[in-house]
């Protein structure tokens, strides 16, 4: 193993990662103790001045291996814990153990999933794993192809991608400028990837029309209906609808069925793909997201294929539709179907269900203890759908004004400030963001199922403590 | 830590990962072991039969935790071990240790490289490495930006992005239909990606504009400007143009101070981003690439920024220009800086350098041995200038062939059966491909430090021993 590591036999290679295993199995040990910190703050300068020794700086000579051991141990420490049970911040949280070896494994495997020549295992657990999420999608075997992708952003990039090519074979070559001004139609409260692909696809965010939603966040099937109309008659071409199964900050799910009616009427691209992201509510190690197509094999290959000679011969001897990577927009593509699969094996249909409904078990808890706080006010009155919750905090001082823009406004500092304290202090860590007419409010969004109703219990406590005197 | 696995406590997670870590240092042992097999191969169908027990199917209910570990070897089993010494397919290639013990330390820390809010570390690591090669390549402090992205393909997207919205920044919201038709410019040697970036974006592959190369294949500057004049009259818009510093085929290297001449002159975006893929010849285990641009920070965040208000809140309490993430075309992103900031903590400039040399003595060491063969023609008679060489294999029933049309057919199916046969022993593997109106040939890379002359030399015996007969 020597000049592998340069410099490194292989006991010393064997001792090295040991000791950097025993550092992880501590840590682990450490996340899940509810006495230890979610973080340790430090401002950006703060960090890069060097703390305690920590230096972030590269210099031109080697280290020691027991200073790489002591730059692991700062590393998580300075770090954010996002696998503890009182993360409440954004996605992904928590730590899975099945999907953590899984990602050992797969780093250890260092291979790439253009061809099956050098992934034949990896390209076919993709083929499974995908098919079997197609298969909870009642899809048929006929029907049906998918890809693994660096995000659900990039997922989504696909499906629009896919979309324009499906009513426009010819832009592959010619571009944009050989087919019609496009128009793309996603709801208020989606998700930011939608804009983020007419503007790298050149369809520009202009042309996304964001159609109007009810009060708890759903898209409105005759808003979508008249905004389609109206695209038309400015000569735009509609060609795509998103909806979002459990949108980003209320966890609204759009009315599918409705939207799905009007895109067969109209003949735009719906129930077509869909984005499901494993790096999510299935608390798989990020990244781990994947596009479902509900099309022929082939769409996927006819718009994006290169044939580059250097990877993808046709003369191999083997069954050379698994050099699956011409399907894609990347070249060398990283492993993410291990962990998943592993997971899968491990848990069962059985294990994530249970593992979800624990999550969602905890929105409802929050959401049950909110209702009867005057110190809090929910955004909304009715039950959660999904994992997350929307809330504000009323310090003392603004529990006696009524609603309206005074209040408001000073509401609005309110979780900015509760924030900064919290990260200050590194207890917990729980998100927040305005919404359209709404001032800024807590979203508690749940994804990692350790988190215990103690927990729940500890983040309402911490708010108070941190925002009383407000 | 009990609930986090389900049903696993603290002692059983720990020790199924260090049963885990066992199974990874095993095969780590054996993958350095010149006897072992570089790769067991079966064919797509025999794999999905399932072999002595192994099966890819999921099924609904859970696996215990000793089948998992079953399982874990077996992938490892029938995968390729593209760490081992003889293994010269297309790169990534090599398993260096300090790299492996970054992944592993960031598959734990599980974070996500949106937010200084939740990645203070990895974000200001991501900083100081992309400091340090942009002072590499000599830029000062005021010019330069960066990004790490999935791969060198979406790096090349992002540049081609970020020259469109250099010139043309009403694209990102107008869309192409508001700007003229762009045309860039590539050699025809250039990796397929330039390609596919103006596929997606719009611009279409066919105003991609491929520039001849010499026979080295290397660009000619004096093709370039006239494929520019040419665009020019056919109401193009040139933009951009790509040079490429070690083709993927060849390994070679463009003109780059000519190319960037002429772009000077006629304003096109060249040597304004560099694209530098650290999974490469560096050896850092995928993913790990980058995109390096000589503009003012500034032009990142206004070519993809959208301001999501629930991710980046402009009242957070901290510098938010460290939150990084709306920069990229992704929400979600993983860590790569991590594995590369710890290599090169440990290896220094000095480490890094001395690997890559024993990659070009490597391939200086083939191309010397095959100048004096007789039975194994060079594609050139000339030194490589970098780790590729590219070479045909005669057999005996070719060599008295004279050069021609005749021999050209027969030799262009000699690559192919002899890789078959390899891949069908195992004991090495080697890519091949046609390039232009050159028939199939080997191409050899070498990026892993492991790998040792005699490896070399058992793989020309390896191929003879396989083709000898053909
Ligand atoms: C010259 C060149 N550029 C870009 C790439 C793409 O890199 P990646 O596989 O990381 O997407 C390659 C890959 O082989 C290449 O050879
Ligand atoms: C509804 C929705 N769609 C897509 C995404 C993007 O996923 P990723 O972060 O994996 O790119 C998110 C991320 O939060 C989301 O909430």
């Not at 290679?13 to 230890?36: D, G, P, W």
């Not at 832009?171 to 983020?196: D, N």
């Not at 979800?356 to 209702?371: G, M, R, S, T, W």
Request: charged fraction near 25%.
């Amino acid at each position: 193993m020597g000049d592998l590591a340069m410099c490194l036999d292989e006991e010393a290679s064997r001792h090295f990662l040991q000791e950097i295993v025993n550092i992880l199995l501590a840590y682990m040990c450490k996340l899940f103790k509810r006495s230890t910190k979610v973080l340790d703050f430090h401002h950006p300068h703060q960090l890069k001045e060097g703390l305690e020794g920590f230096t972030l700086e590269l210099s031109d000579q080697p280290e020691n291996l027991e200073q790489l051991l002591v730059d692991c141990r700062d590393t998580l420490k300075y770090g954010v814990k996002t696998g503890h049970p009182r993360f409440f911040n954004q996605l992904s949280s928590g730590l899975d153990i099945i999907g953590l070896a899984g990602e050992w494994l797969t780093s250890t495997a260092n291979t790439n999933m253009f061809t099956y020549e050098i992934s034949p295992v990896f390209i076919l657990m993709e083929e499974v794993v995908l098919r079997k999420m197609m298969d909870m999608l009642g899809w048929s075997n006929e029907e049906g192809d998918g890809i693994f992708c660096p995000g659900g952003t990039v997922s989504n990039l696909y499906s629009v991608l896919l979309a324009r090519y499906h009513f426009f074979p010819e832009v592959k070559s010619r571009g944009m400028s050989a087919i019609p001004r496009l128009a793309m139609f996603t709801s208020s409260h989606s998700h930011y990837s939608i804009q983020k692909s007419a503007a790298v696809l050149g369809i520009g965010t202009e042309n996304v029309l964001l159609v109007k939603c009810d009060e708890r966040g759903k898209m409105i099937p005759g808003e979508l209906e008249s905004s389609i109309a109206s695209a038309k008659d400015r000569g735009l071409y509609p060609f795509y609808v998103s909806a979002t199964a459990g949108t980003t900050v209320y966890g609204a799910f759009d009315p599918l069925n409705d939207i799905a009616d009007i895109c067969e009427r109209h003949g735009l691209w719906i129930a077509s793909s869909v984005t499901w992201n494993p790096h999510k509510m299935m608390g798989v190690p990020l990244q781990c997201a994947t596009l479902l197509v509900r099309k022929k094999v082939s769409l996927n290959f006819e718009c994006n294929q290169l044939c580059a000679e250097y990877l993808f011969q046709p003369d191999k001897h083997y069954d050379t539709s698994y050099d699956t990577g011409d399907k894609t927009i990347q070249c060398g593509r990283h492993v993410d179907v291990f962990k998943l699969w592993l997971m899968w094996k491990a848990k069962g249909m059985e294990g994530f269900e249970s593992q979800i409904n624990k999550c969602l078990e905890n929105a409802e808890y929050l959401f049950d203890k909110l209702k009867n706080r005057t110190d809090f006010l929910l955004v909304f009155e009715s039950k959660p759908e999904h994992s997350n919750v929307c809330f504000w905090y009323l310090p003392h001082s603004l529990r006696n004004l009524p609603p309206g823009c005074e209040r408001d406004k000073k509401l609005h500092a309110v979780a900015p400030k509760i924030k900064a304290k919290m990260m200050e202090e590194g207890l917990t860590m729980i998100g927040y963001q305005p919404l359209g007419n709404k001032v800024n409010f807590f979203r508690c969004v749940f994804s990692n199922s350790a988190t215990q109703r103690e927990d729940v219990d500890f983040l309402l406590d911490e708010i108070v403590r941190l925002g009383h005197d407000l």
